[in-house]
């Protein structure tokens, strides 16, 4: 029968501190046992499979760098927190490299205790399920429009799909840059009775008004200079599928005034003809802005709001669904090793744990970019921190600190401050080496990086980076 509780055992040859931490320690829910010396710690785990074991240093017989290496090498998936009353930086150095989970020097608080189990169990829980993907890695990916994730926010959002898709209702997708609103638009009309028809999708930030209102409503020949023959427009093209309009917020208020009339009856006029064409198209919207906020500032039409505003869905954050980066990041890898015929088996423990703990600040699209340059840089089965770009120096830095006992508040704010001055400088490489990369263009370098040119400008902003002279008025002229 499988266990639900997680199990620790304790190990110390003092009988206090067993007994200190299985009180500590039970409150949490878990099943917590303990060992006076090495010997009966290594003997108890023959009969059961410990998540978590937390020894002491110094013990009369089989110390505790003995037990973290028997453990580490009989039973690799369980994490081992090593506690001492003889801290220094290189004992905490010493189990590190032996593969211990984390370093507690005593006296530690029952927070410090219950908090550095928790996060054992997390990677541990991490650890097992990236040995789950590398089993799958090798099955056949799916190309389809099907939403990863198991964590709460993204469920929410699956469920939304799952009740909207069978209806013709509008639907507004709120996200960020790069959360996967096309994801969705895609996903809402293949699970639709509209699935074996049209889906279309329009940048609207990226066409001018003129040409946007030509692209949507079509056009009849003589309509305006340069229009030798007659074009239909996407609407027409799309009878009886899907028009997904991304960054609806982008539009001008004559083109919204126009959208209006076409939600209300999918009734339209091509510019130059007099006849009135009629269609049965699905629209499903997007923004990255607060349409509400535009609706106040008189840049956005209130009855256009109140029109589209049927169906809301937000898109939550990357980092905002954190049990979800593995799969996700696996699936863009089975993807990579598709398309570029390689056989790459998955990430390592610290890829993995990179992935997870990085910001990701352009989302789900950001996370696909740097899968795809790793898989191209990686030359052996597994993708290491050597293949992740940004990350790695990040990674660098925690290995130099995170494990430094912190005794102290002075420690701990000394600590944090080394690890912001670090995020910091690889942000700016980050910026620099995509300008330099794209010979300082603002909008390429900012696609290459996988975030937005507006939030690309706020990074360049912020790290006070500007183009070169030359480079700025040709920038203006593409961006």
């Known amino acids: 029968m499988a266990r639900d509780d997680p199990l620790i055992l304790v190990v110390d040859d003092e009988l206090p501190i067993c007994r200190n931490c299985v009180k500590i320690l039970s409150k949490m829910d878990y099943e917590v046992q303990y060992a006076l010396s090495g010997y009966e710690a290594l003997k108890m785990m023959e009969e059961k499979r410990f998540d978590v074991v937390i020894t002491d240093l110094k013990m009369s017989t089989l110390g505790g760098m003995e037990v973290l290496r028997r453990v580490k090498e009989t039973y690799p998936e369980t994490m081992v927190i ?9 004992s905490a150095v010493e189990v590190m490299k ?3 989970y984390d370093y507690l020097a005593k006296p530690f608080t029952p927070h410090e205790l219950r908090s550095t189990v928790s996060q054992a169990l997390t ?5 097992l399920q990236n040995i789950k993907l590398k089993h799958k890695i090798k099955g056949k990916t799916s190309f389809s429009h099907q939403l990863i994730g198991s964590s ?3 469920k929410k959002v699956i469920n939304m799909v799952q009740k909207v898709a069978p209806t013709d209702s509008t639907v507004l997708i709120y996200g960020e840059s790069g959360t996967g609103k096309e994801l969705i638009a895609r996903a809402v009309h293949a699970n639709s ?4 028809e049209v889906f279309f999708a329009v940048d609207c930030g990226t066409l001018s008004g003129n040409l946007l209102e030509s692209e949507l409503f079509g056009y009849t020949k003589g309509a305006f200079t340069g229009a030798h023959k007659n074009k239909d427009g996407i609407f027409k093209l799309a009878h009886q599928g899907t028009v997904f309009l991304d960054e609806i917020s982008n539009i001008s208020l004559d083109i919204q005034s126009k959208l209006l009339r076409f939600l209300e009856g999918r009734e339209f006029l ?11 198209v699905r629209l499903v919207f997007a923004t990255n802005q607060n349409l509400k906020e535009m609706v106040a500032d ?4 209130e009855d256009l709001y109140y029109r589209i505003f049927v169906y809301p869905i937000s898109l939550p954050l990357l980092r905002e669904r954190q049990p979800d980066i593995l799969p996700i990041a696996y699936h863009f890898l089975k993807q990579c090793n598709q398309v570029m015929n390689k056989n790459i088996t998955g990430f390592d423990d610290n890829a993995v744990s990179r992935l997870i703990e990085y910001n990701w600040p352009g989302n789900v699209r950001q996370l696909r970019n740097v899968v795809e340059r790793a898989a191209i840089l990686c030359e052996a089965d597994q993708i290491t921190l050597k293949e992740l770009p940004l990350l790695d120096d990040i990674a660098d830095i925690d290995q130099l600190i995170d494990h430094i006992p912190a005794t102290n508040e002075e420690l701990k704010r000394v600590k944090k401050e080394i690890r912001q001055k670090a995020i910091l400088k690889v942000e700016r490489n980050f910026v620099l080496n995509a300008l330099q990369k794209n010979d300082w ?23 006070d980076i500007t183009l070169p002279q030359q480079t700025k008025a040709k920038d203006r002229e593409q961006g």
């Open 193 to 196: 009775p509209r699935k074996d």
């Open 441 to 463: 263009n603002v909008t390429r370098a900012a696609k290459s990086a996988g975030l937005q040119r507006t939030n690309f400008q706020a990074m360049m902003k912020k790290h």
């Open 123 to 127: 990677k541990r829980e991490l650890i």
């Open 82 to 90: 090593v506690i001492t009353g003889y801290a220094s930086v290189s």
């Open 298 to 301: 008189g840049t956005f039409r």
């Open 98 to 100: 032996m593969g211990a």
């Open 152 to 154: 709460p926010k993204i």
């Open 270 to 280: 091509p510019l130059g003809s007099t006849s009135i064409q009629k269609v049965d």
